[in-house]
């Protein structure tokens, strides 16, 4: 599975962002998706997911601002993130889970920036 994230940017505190990842290969594979994000001097999180069946999960951080969607048609998953706060700024990395549980990989998209300025 390849992930090709878009959609960050600066925005002011307050704004709103959309990041999209265009998944392409093997995505009848996939299981899941979520978006990760890591802050300078921080280790990488977990932002949102969403499974196959649409189930989501969101860090308490971002809940109630953030939601993630995907369009399996587009093969496609989105994060709206609404009322953006300073310390949403980090580099956003899309995840794909695919195959059997046993055997579960784990593909990454490239990243973008996102920067809310106070």
């Known amino acids: 599975v390849q992930l090709q994230a878009s959609g960050g940017g600066l925005v002011q505190h307050g704004g709103s962002l959309r990041l999209s990842c265009a998944a392409s290969?093997?995505?009848?594979?996939?299981?899941?998706l979520g978006w990760y994000r890591q802050a300078p001097g921080k280790q990488r999180e977990l932002v949102a997911s969403i499974s196959s069946g649409g189930s989501t999960a969101y860090a308490a951080s971002v809940k109630g601002r953030f939601t993630i969607s995907r369009d399996n048609a587009k093969s496609t998953v989105y994060l709206q993130m609404n009322s953006l706060k300073p310390e949403d700024t980090a580099v956003y990395y899309c995840?794909?889970?695919?195959?059997?549980?046993?055997?579960?990989?784990?593909?990454w998209g490239q990243g973008t920036q996102v920067t809310v300025s106070s």
């Open positions: 290969g093997s995505i009848f594979s996939i299981n899941a």
């Open positions: 995840n794909a889970k695919s195959g059997p549980i046993a055997t579960m990989t784990s593909s």
